[in-house]
C-alpha cells in the first residue's frame, strides 16, 4: 500500500525470520485476523500506538497496566508479531490491536487527532548515510504523525545510537507542530515514568550502552 497520490511505500527491514511453532502458525490464522485495526472503527477511549513493537514485550507490558487505554502495535516482522500474539493469549489481553506491516498506511488510515501516545522504542538506526532516509524519523513521518496525534499527546522515541539521537532531537526541534518540554538531563538520560522495558532495550543495557528516551508533545 501507498500513498493515496504517490509512489508506494518500501519497507526495507526483516519480515520474515526462524520458522514458526505450530501454536504461533495457530496465533497468525486465527488471533492476528481478530486484532487488525480498523481505522474507520476505533475503540472509546484513549488509543496509544507503538510503532515498531517488535516481540511486544513493551506493547503488552504497558497494555495489562493501562487497561483503560487500547494499544496498537505495528510490527512488519513476523517472528516479533509471533511472540505478541502468545504474550496477548497468555495474559488474555483484550485491549491490544496490532498489525504485522509498515505503520505508514495505517498512518494515513487514522483520522486527525485520533492518537493519545505514540511510542517508537529503539528504531533501526540504519547508521550508513546512504541509509539514513530508511530511517522512521523523517519529516514525512512526522508530519503524518502531527496530524494523527491529538494535541498535547506524548511521543516518546527511545535510542542507543548518539547519530540517531541528534538526527531525531534535530527533526523534532524543527517541526512546528512538537515541542521538547525536557527541563534537565534526567528528562532524556532516564525512561519516563511508567516505562517498561523492550528487548533491544534491555541488551543495550546489558552490553553497558546508556539509552536516551526522549518526550516531545503535539503542541496545540
Ligand atoms: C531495532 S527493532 C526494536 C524493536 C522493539 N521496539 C524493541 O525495542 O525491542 C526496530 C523494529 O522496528 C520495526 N520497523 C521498522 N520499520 C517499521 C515501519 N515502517 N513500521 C513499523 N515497524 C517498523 C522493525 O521491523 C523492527 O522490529
Same mark, same amino acid.
Given at each position: 500500500m501507498g500513498r493515496a497520490d504517490g509512489p508506494p511505500y518500501r519497507f526495507y527491514g526483516r519480515r520474515r525470520g526462524?520458522?514458526?511453532?505450530? &501454536?504461533? #502458525? &495457530?496465533?497468525?490464522?486465527d488471533l492476528l485476523p481478530r486484532?487488525?485495526?480498523?481505522?474507520?472503527?476505533?475503540?472509546?477511549? /484513549?488509543?496509544?500506538? #507503538?510503532?515498531g513493537s517488535g516481540g511486544g514485550e513493551h506493547l503488552t507490558a504497558q497494555a495489562a497496566d493501562h487497561p #483503560?487505554?487500547?494499544?496498537?502495535?505495528? #510490527?512488519p516482522f513476523l517472528e516479533g508479531v509471533a511472540k505478541t500474539l502468545g504474550m496477548i493469549e497468555d495474559e488474555g489481553l483484550g485491549n491490544v490491536l496490532l498489525l504485522d506491516d509498515d505503520v505508514r498506511p495505517l498512518l494515513?488510515?487514522?483520522?486527525?487527532?485520533? %492518537?493519545? &501516545?505514540? +511510542?517508537?522504542? +529503539?528504531?533501526?538506526?540504519? /547508521?550508513?548515510?546512504r541509509h539514513h532516509k530508511r530511517r522512521i524519523v523523517s519529516r514525512e513521518n512526522l508530519d503524518s504523525l502531527?496530524? %494523527?496525534?491529538? /494535541?498535547?499527546?506524548?511521543l516518546r522515541i527511545a535510542t542507543d545510537h548518539m547519530d540517531y539521537a541528534r538526527w531525531i532531537l534535530r527533526h523534532l526541534?524543527?517541526?512546528?507542530? +512538537?515541542?521538547?518540554?525536557?527541563e534537565r538531563p534526567g528528562d532524556w538520560r532516564l525512561p519516563p515514568a511508567g516505562h517498561r522495558r523492550t528487548r533491544y532495550e534491555a541488551k543495550a543495557l546489558e552490553k553497558g550502552d546508556r539509552p536516551l528516551y526522549f518526550r516531545f508533545t503535539r503542541n496545540t
Open positions: 526462524k520458522r514458526l511453532s505450530p &501454536r504461533q #502458525e &495457530r496465533l497468525i490464522d486484532l487488525a485495526p480498523d481505522p474507520a472503527r476505533l475503540p472509546a477511549g /484513549p488509543l496509544w500506538l #507503538e510503532i #483503560e487505554a487500547t494499544l496498537i502495535g505495528c #510490527e494515513d488510515g487514522l483520522p486527525d487527532s485520533s %492518537v493519545d &501516545r505514540c +511510542f517508537i522504542l +529503539f528504531p533501526d538506526p540504519w /547508521p550508513k548515510l502531527a496530524r %494523527v496525534l491529538k /494535541p498535547g499527546a506524548d526541534l524543527a517541526h512546528p507542530d +512538537f515541542d521538547w518540554p525536557a
